[in-house]
């Protein structure tokens, strides 16, 4: 507070907090943000990402990734493995739910399974930018060629990656209703202790998709060292509960998951990049990436490659443009 003393008279007011500029601002920390941050500061930007979650965070997702992603941000396999899951997948079973399953082996590792929890937090502390996180985006202003950002961060190129409900997307299709191509999923992740990964049937190194008869979604049963992973996901949102609960009481019966491990499934969306009315993800200072964007893979769902591939892309770009 400030006193100001004119014609004898006293007025009080509150002086403008300052504001944090930055080259670049990304909404999102995912794998979509810390790569986009990543490359954009081996370039030497002044890059900030904001999250409103602390890291690190649980994120509902199937966890695996594939060996391009692994190409695209120069991944030290062996370094992350000392210290996080790294889970080699050579296989896969799959097939409709309750009929006869396929059974794939390629006799070499094609994607790996991670914890997105230690996955996400080891991007974003790679990355090297600066972050603010369990912080929302709650103000978002254009002035002057500048993003103004909860009224104390101020940049020239906003990045949205927060996610198919990202604050950032909404601004850039604020009437966007179509909701076709959206797949709703739920999951659940679980640590099983030693007794529990004795009564588990699913192999370590291959995951199990189910196709449903409708072949309107697939459920999963992925197993990534001691944790088990279970989900199912719909293009359409009708009874999606219900298909939850019949497809968690078949892999029960199947032996694939302990009964005595207790499970809660959570919910979240995404939209594929087969959609026929699209977002718009370009504007004066800003772009989406990643699920904000909507690119995930129309055939399997996958969209950690599309996020990363979305990032660098981003980057590439806004460096390429010399601050125009």
């Known amino acids: 507070m400030t ?12 002086q ?7 080259d670049a601002i ?13 490359a954009l500061r081996r370039a030497g930007l002044y890059v900030l990402v904001l999250d409103k979650s602390p890291f690190p965070r649980d994120k509902v997702c199937a ?17 992350y493995r000392q210290q996080h899951t790294l889970q080699a997948f050579t296989g896969f079973r799959t097939g409709l739910l309750g009929s006869a399953m396929i059974n794939t082996h390629y006799g ?6 991670i914890l997105r929890r230690e996955f996400d937090e080891y991007l974003l502390k790679r990355s090297g930018a600066k972050s603010r996180l369990g912080e929302a985006l709650t103000t978002l202003n254009f002035r002057h060629g500048n993003w103004l950002i909860n009224e104390k961060f101020q940049t ?5 990656a927060g ?9 850039l299709n604020p009437k966007t209703v179509d909701e076709q191509e959206i797949v709703t999923a739920q999951e659940v992740e679980v640590a099983m202790d030693a007794a529990q990964q004795t009564k588990c049937a699913v192999q370590a190194d291959t995951p199990e998709p189910y196709f449903l008869l409708e072949l309107d979604g697939y459920g999963w049963c992925v197993r990534k060292g001691d944790s088990l992973n279970i989900g199912l996901g719909l293009t359409e949102n009708r009874h999606l509960g219900k298909h939850v609960s019949r497809f968690y009481e078949f892999l029960v019966g199947q032996g694939k998951v302990p009964v005595d491990m207790p499970v809660r499934f959570r919910g979240h969306a995404y939209r594929l990049a087969c959609h026929r009315k699209q977002r718009r993800i370009v504007d004066d200072g800003v772009m989406l990436i990643g699920d904000a964007a909507g690119l995930a893979y129309s055939q ?4 950690i490659y599309t996020a990363v591939k979305s990032g660098l892309l981003a980057a590439a770009t806004a460096l390429d443009a010399k601050n125009d």
């Open 63 to 79: 966890g695996w990734i594939t060996p391009e992603v692994i190409d695209e941000l120069a991944l030290d396999i062996e370094d």
């Open 3 to 14: 006193t100001c003393i004119t014609g004898g008279t006293r007025r009080k007011w509150r």
């Open 26 to 38: 990304i909404v999102g920390g995912g794998p979509a943000g810390s790569s986009g941050a990543w």
């Open 156 to 160: 020239p190129l906003l990045i949205g």
């Open 16 to 22: 403008r907090p300052s504001r944090e500029n930055y």
């Open 163 to 171: 996610g198919h409900f990202c604050p950032v997307a909404r601004r």
């Open 300 to 303: 399997s769902g996958e969209g």
């Open 108 to 113: 070499q590792t094609v994607s790996y399974g």
